[in-house]
């Protein structure tokens, strides 16, 4: 796996299998060419290897040229083709063969059929290296094809993503795995941040504690946490749209995750709802709330017994604690309400050995890859 800009890529074709469709193309161009010498006209940036290599495997009389074309910023094409270098205008009687890294949609080939319609060419012809004939819209013929690909975004081999990625000998496709976003529930002691650490480096997820974020903000005194502490400082609850912002830093700073773990957010439906949309802004959802349950008894003695070690007073008091838990109730109770109803809500038995509950929560989110 490799990492241009905030993607990962991973390998797709050998430099050996590239070198062997390029041979093959070569092989067939010469066929039809080798008692003549035909024009070869490489589209940059992205044919440059390919014209380099292919001219190396076509041991005929010919002569080369070069267009430059652009239609793609960043991983989408913009839908307009602008031409930035015009092809030689000694073409007159002669054959031409347009080098083409690769063919998906065909706006280019368009634009590139448009630059011969009014020469005098004696006969041109499409070679594309690389072809998507699933989203190839076929209004033209194309001669010459080394390999058909699926229709994913690849890099190497003189394609790149946002101009990285064009010296790789190999080519790699966008790793395009299904995103896994969680929230995960629990009363105090039933071991939500255990698992979050298993579930995190099984799954590749970052997990995202707001209680952590919060402390993070604050103690670095970045503007999310003058805000929030603002609202602290005079006894308020901090906003939404605060706690939301934070997360959205984090998502953000996290481009490689696979999925995020939220623990502590949601607290209210209005927040899962507020949740949704951000994530909905993304691109991404929330696939599952899982919820740990144990019975108050077990984690009352799991608590005092952590209080003991931990000194945490609120882990010693065993009112507290259950004061504790009919807050986890009655504010868990409309969210399950909220996600039942999207059936994204999973109840996974909370007490065992911690390796047994992990592949238990394991079995719910491979359910839903």
Known sequence: MIKLHDKLFKPYLSETQILEAVQKMADNIAVDYKDETPIFVGVLNGSFMFVADFLKAYQHPCEVSFVKLSSYQGLTSTGIVETLLD????????????????IDTGRTLQQLVNLFSNTNVKEFKIASLFHKPEIYNGEYLIDYVGLEIADCFIVGYGLDYNELGRNLREVYQLNQTNMINLVLFGKPGAGKGTQASFLK???????????????????????????????????DLVPDEVTISMLKDEVEKNPEAAGFIFDGFPRTTAQAEALDNFLESKDMK????????AEDDILVARLLERGKESGRSDDQDESKIRNRFDEYNQKTAPLKEFYSAQNKFHSVNGIGEISDITERLAKVIDSLR
């Open 87 to 102: 092809v030689s205008e000694d073409i007159e009687g002669r054959s031409v063969i347009i080098l083409e890294d690769i």
């Open 201 to 235: 480096e099984k799954y590749n997820l970052k997990h995202i504690s707001t209680g952590d974020v919060f402390r993070f903000n604050i103690k670095n005194n970045t503007e999310l946490g003058r805000l929030a502490k603002s609202y602290m400082d005079k006894g």
């Open 286 to 293: 929330i696939d599952a709330t899982i919820a740990l349950e």
